[in-house]
Nanobody
Framework: VQLQASGGGLVQAGGSLRLSCAAS????????MGWFRQAPGKEREFAAT????????YYADDVKGRFTISRDNAKNTVFLQMNSLKPEDTAVYYC??????????????????????WGQGTQVTVSS
């Protein structure tokens, strides 16, 4: 199993970045896919998740309206479009996969330990 995140970098406040996460080694279309982030000295926190069927998405309150998660099951890739970036968005961003195809509460997706597979992370730095 591999989750390869890319697309991070240095951007000014107000700018945009698009993260990608390419998956292999498992049936991508059966997995809910999430993005988490971890700033220095802080715990890993939930950012966004998209269900395996792409029929529902979930966002943390502080990224809602600025970030958009999407997926391309034909390419085994999940994306995170990040707009109106703020310095407090600076973190290492990780993609994660959790077996889908059954009901989960919205609170479930917020918990990192519920996810089965993790990528290596990509650094996002937003300068003020």
């Amino acid at each position: 199993v591999q989750l390869q995140a890319s697309g991070g970098g240095l951007v000014q406040a107000g700018g945009s970045l698009r993260l990608s996460c390419a998956a292999s080694g498992f049936t991508f279309s059966s997995y809910d896919m999430g993005w988490f982030r971890q700033a220095p000295g802080k715990e890993r926190e939930f950012a966004a998740t998209i269900r395996w069927s792409a029929d529902r998405t979930y966002y943390a309150d502080d990224v809602k309206g600025r970030f958009t998660i999407s997926r391309d099951n034909a390419k085994n890739t999940v994306f995170l479009q990040m707009n109106s970036l703020k310095p407090e968005d600076t973190a290492v961003y990780y993609c994660a996969a959790d077996l889908g195809r059954y009901y989960k509460s919205s609170q479930y997706y917020l918990r990192p330990n519920e996810y089965d597979y993790w990528g290596q992370g990509t650094q996002v730095t937003v300068s003020s």
